[in-house]
């Protein structure tokens, strides 16, 4: 089986331990105490980072020197039993999960736009937009990203899986996978590059994808003129260097991004995992004060760019006065696929 690339040496030799000091659910006293904590869970010892950690994916960012910080903790708590949720969800996510035979291919050729396995990004990968890759969707969990395990420390069932989800594509001939998921993009390649897992085909990030769309379009765009907060997912982490992508189609929109405490690096997550791993009245209270920001910055929609962020948190936004929409939605309504007012 695969193993981790985890340089030992750049991680002691750190002299900044920003993977935990920038920890927005763990405290630390200072470098001392953060670097100490780290080397404990690096050489496999007892070390509070592994029950205290929530799976924000957080220092995956942090660390600038590329040594994945957030994959070794979660190795480190399957080595020893430390899953995060009570057995019967994790086996439930293993479960619901794993490859049965059941999966959708369109018309794929060279190109193939992933929908992973969840089915509100069928619907989204239509339209002009995606009028020449949208016939060539594929669907279900043979080309699921499992990712989501990591929130459970069980990268053994990344290693086992990721490997066969990547043949999958291979099978097909494809020459790119379009990946409508930031979690799949961050799989196929910060993941995938950790394991030294090899990717035969190039994986394209779906908001590049969109944005060169939006330039080709541009003369269709009616700028929207509206004040929106940005709800950063979790797995955006694994592949910071495309956050700047969004602030581009706002900007080529027309859309008002106003400054707001929880944003950039210093993004809340949607907190359902946290929901899972952590229990009700951390999760309540990190998504009380993220809507609480947004609306102290003036926003009048909350924008997501993962559908289940938009499961999770479309309602709780409603209620408090926001209107939820995709950034795929809102692209639409720009160049008016879709009317503002039909947005749900």
């Known amino acids: 089986m695969v193993q981790l690339k985890f340089d030992q040496k750049v991680c002691a030799s750190c002299r900044s331990a920003d993977c935990l000091l ?13 670097h100490g904590e780290m080397m404990k869970v690096m050489k496999g010892k007892d070390s509070r980072v592994l029950t205290e950690c929530v799976t924000c994916y957080a220092c995956e960012e942090y660390c600038t020197r590329g040594n994945h910080p957030f994959y070794l903790i ?3 708590r399957e080595e020893k039993g430390m899953f995060t949720a009570p057995r019967p969800i994790t086996t439930q996510w293993k479960n619901m999960t794993s490859m049965q035979g059941k999966y959708l291919v369109g018309n794929v050729k060279d190109t193939a736009l992933s929908c992973c396995y969840l089915p509100e990004l069928g619907q989204l990968g239509t339209g002009e937009i995606f009028k020449d890759v949208a ?5 279900g ?15 053994s069932v990344i290693k086992e899986r990721l ?7 291979r099978k097909l001939g494809v020459k790119e996978v379009i990946c409508m998921h930031d979690e799949c993009y961050g799989t196929l390649t910060s993941i995938a590059s950790a394991y030294g897992i090899e990717v035969p085909f190039t994986p394209i990030y779906y908001l590049d994808f969109v944005l060169q769309r939006m330039k080709e379009l541009k003369d269709r765009i009616k700028p929207l003129g509206i004040t929106v907060a940005y709800q950063r997912s979790c ?15 706002f900007q080529l929109i027309g859309v008002k991004v106003p400054k707001r405490k929880y944003q950039g690096e210093n993004a809340l997550c949607c907190a359902e995992i946290i929901r899972s791993v952590s229990g009700y009245k951390l999760a309540d209270d990190v998504q009380k004060r993220n809507i609480d920001d947004m609306l102290a910055a003036g926003a009048e929609y909350c924008v997501f760019n993962c559908p289940a962020c ?27 696929e879709k009317e503002r007012e039909a947005v749900s």
């Open 22 to 34: 920038k920890c927005q659910y763990i405290t630390f006293a200072g470098h001392k105490e953060a």
């Open 74 to 76: 979660s190795e480190k």
């Open 135 to 139: 016939s060539a969707q594929v669907f």
């Open 141 to 155: 969990a043979e080309f699921m990203c499992p990712a989501v395990h990591s929130h459970f420390a069980r990268m």
């Open 163 to 169: 490997p066969m989800v990547i043949e999958n594509y």
């Open 235 to 249: 797995s955006n982490r694994l592949i910071p260097d495309k956050l700047p992508v969004v602030k581009k189609i």
């Open 310 to 336: 938009q499961t999770s948190l479309s309602e709780k936004v409603t209620r408090r006065g926001l209107k939820p929409v995709h950034i795929i939605d809102l692209c639409k309504m720009a160049i008016g």
